[in-house]
């Protein structure tokens, strides 16, 4: 199950609460945090957190997990920040559920 506040519904596409650690060993999705009655999605980056390069590796990341076009995805606030929200400009909010859902029960077998 997908936690209730991770993915919004927008006019130009879904929004998706998430924290990233950069420096990691290498770029993965690590499950769902929930700060302050906010859920985020915690994703680890191989990339350092240093001109950019570590939201590009997110966008790059979120690309080939979620199968959509770079094009598609934008940080909308945090760019300088851990805590980020990314839109996926088209897709909808149920069709972003649909792509986590399976990513979240092999990350998180227990409570997805």
């Known amino acids: 199950m997908i936690p ?22 290498r770029s993965n999705f ?19 957190p240093i001109d950019g390069r570590a939201n590009d590796e997110l966008i790059a990341f979120l690309s080939r997990q979620l199968d959509l076009p770079r094009s ?7 760019l300088q920040s851990r805590e980020k929200l990314v839109r996926t400009i088209g897709t909808s909010g149920e069709e972003l ?8 029960r092999r990350i998180m077998p227990s409570s997805a």
């Open 4 to 25: 209730k506040g991770l993915i919004r519904d927008t006019t130009p596409g879904a929004v998706l609460a998430v924290r990233v650690t950069p420096r990691a060993s």
């Open 72 to 78: 598609s995805l934008e940080i909308i606030r945090g």
């Open 97 to 104: 559920r649909e792509t986590l859902l399976p990513i979240l």
């Open 30 to 48: 690590q499950g769902v945090l929930l700060k302050e009655d906010q859920p985020m999605l915690r994703i680890a980056l191989q990339a350092p």
